[in-house]
């Protein structure tokens, strides 16, 4: 399973692509894939975004699903997707406290 | 301190317009991200997990209350009301926005400080001790030189693309405080026999993925040639260092396939060429640039002693921080001041802009505006009265910022690491904040005595960890956090590079095993004299293995 994360260019934020195009703050909206197609689908749509300027440092993510919530598979990922452990009120995490997924 | 002149102001203000012209032009698509990266690079912009980060230049870690409070203002308007000092006497705040990066420039401009070259293959932010001009065993003061460098190096058209990034540290005491021989270049201020200035200067040195202890290419250069003489350095770098491979570009690199003969020969002659051109220094602008570095006017003070031992013996803390936080001063009614970034449990490095303002305002009234930031993610006051210590005392304490622990194993060392930047593999922050838990206990701490803590998230080597008299290296093995240790490291006058322990230790044994080390030294030191770094000099790896890995070691 893999889905796409990116950081927004106006400010960097990290995101991740879900349904419909739209980046979101959000792990858990992100678009999950489970086949090529699908990998291929989203890989494209990252370079149309990086193209537009809406994002840069596209890449594809190993997650699972853990407990119905998604959980990336790399420690870096995950932090990402929470903000820094050391800041829980920093971050993803601050806004959703159960985003804390290190 | 140094002022900007109308050509610095001019400079730095056309600087951050280009900036913005950029950053518009990038919002508006103009320009790729391809295009746009060495730009931004170039300002001090990066790109983490989080967010962009700006790395804001300190040159030779001297700040004044005006920059701090600048600072502060910017840690509340643009981030998240914090910034984070760094091993390179920077300032990092890690959650800017792209769009106001351009205004964030502006605001520092206005203070005299900018971003320019602290990022990117140049001439990075010059180093110099964080006790310049005010230590009792200083030559002289490095800053003039570091500043002359600075001013040398900025933009500088022929040394803007180099082979990979390229540091120089400047120190001016028999005792390093600067680490120079693990930069790029180190220079060491000293004194002919016929009492004339010059330096000692060092090639070569870096930590990263390929750790190099410096070699001593000359043991006196006369002041005046230190452009004509760097400038030859950088040319043999720039001609013949590798840009093929960016991870064997640096100059350690060159110096060690080259060989230190035959390359001081290539430097030696490039430098005949150089040294009766215009880069030698005249003496009235070496002298010149020495005034803005004046010490302040230092008005005698003889009442500190007195006051400061009734002040001891009625408060335990004051005179604990007083053993621990003070260096002495060329002056006996001063004494310099290290403020502990390194609260128990906290963030190395990290200050709240609250912290940032309370600190401008102490040094505006005890210490002549004068702030330091140190390699080792400290700040200092350099000038401060033995009888204003309670003072300053007191409000650090209402602050939190009195940790009387300089130089001692909680005073870690450590880098963001993988909590923020995009290139780390494994925490640091956290290592750190367990390691100053475990050791919190200021009796303890004080028998174990000096102890140098370094921690990297990731090989590039941030937090020094190679030398670390205890180092910790975090890397990722099989998805998760793995902790290797170096023992016996130092970056001072006798810079020697960590022997790797053995395996690695897992994020739930990692400090443990520090205390393993620890316990081991106490076991085994001499007497309470022998510090951590003697004693290993002295009894080797082989009984800290021991402690460490037991029957394990023996297999071995």
Partial sequence: MKLLAANRLIDGVAVWLGQGGRWVEDIAEAEIVRDKEGEARLEQAGREAVAKNQV???????????????????????????GPSIHPELGKQAKKPAASLV | ???????????????????????????????????????????GVYLQLHAYMLRIAIPYGTLSSRQMRMLAHIARTYDKGYGHFTTRQNLQFHWPALKDIPDILEKLASVEMHAIQTSGNCIRNVTADHFAGAAADEVADPRPYAEILRQWSSLHPEFSYLPRKF??????????????????????????????????????????????????IRDFLPEEHLLSYCTAILRVYNLHGRRDNKYKARIKILVHETGTAELTAQVEKEFEALKESELKLPEADIRAIGTYFAPPALPPRPEGDRALAAS??????????????????????????????KGIGEVPGDMSADQMDAVADLANAYAFDEIRVSHEQNLVLPHVARADLKAVYDRLVEIGLATANAGLVTDIIACPGLDYCALANARSIPVAQQISNRFADQARQEEIGDLKIKISGCINACGHHHVGHIGILGVEK?????????????????????????????????????????????????????????AYRRLGPAPFKEALYGSEAKAA
């Avoid at chain 2, 900007?4 to 950029?22: G, I, P």
């Avoid at chain 2, 970056?491 to 230790?505: C, S, V, W």
């Fill in chain 2, 167 to 216: 540091k120089i540290a400047v120190t001016g005491a028999e005792r390093d405080r600067a680490a120079v021989q693990v930069h790029d270049i180190g220079l060491h201020l000293k004194k002919n026999a016929a009492g004339e200035l010059g330096f000692a200067v060092y090639v070569g040195g870096g930590l990263g993925r390929t750790p190099m202890v410096a070699k001593k």
């Fill in chain 1, 56 to 82: 840069l440092d596209v890449e594809l993510i190993d997650v699972e699903i853990v407990d119905g919530a998604v959980r990336p598979l790399r420690l870096r990922e995950r932090i990402r997707a929470a």
């Fill in chain 2, 478 to 534: 099989k998805g998760a956090e793995l902790y290797q240790v170096t023992l016996g490291g130092s970056g001072d006058e006798n810079t020697a590079l960590g022997d790797i322990i053995g395996r690695g230790f897992g994020p739930d044994e990692i400090v443990d095993a520090v205390e393993t080390i620890v316990d081991t030294y106490l076991g085994l030191r001499l007497d309470n004299n022998e510090n951590f770094l003697a």
């Fill in chain 2, 312 to 341: 001891a013996n009625a408060d335990r803390g004051f005179a604990t921080w007083l053993r621990r936080n003070l260096h002495t001063h060329k002056n006996p009614d001063y004494v310099s001041v290290t403020i502990s970034l």
């Fill in chain 2, 1 to 43: 301190m140094y002022r900007y002149d109308e050509f610095d102001h001019a400079f730095v203000n056309a600087r951050v317009a280009e900036f913005r012209d950029q950053v518009e032009r990038r919002l508006a698509g103009e320009i790729t991200e391809d295009q746009f990266k060495p730009l931004r690079l170039m300002n």
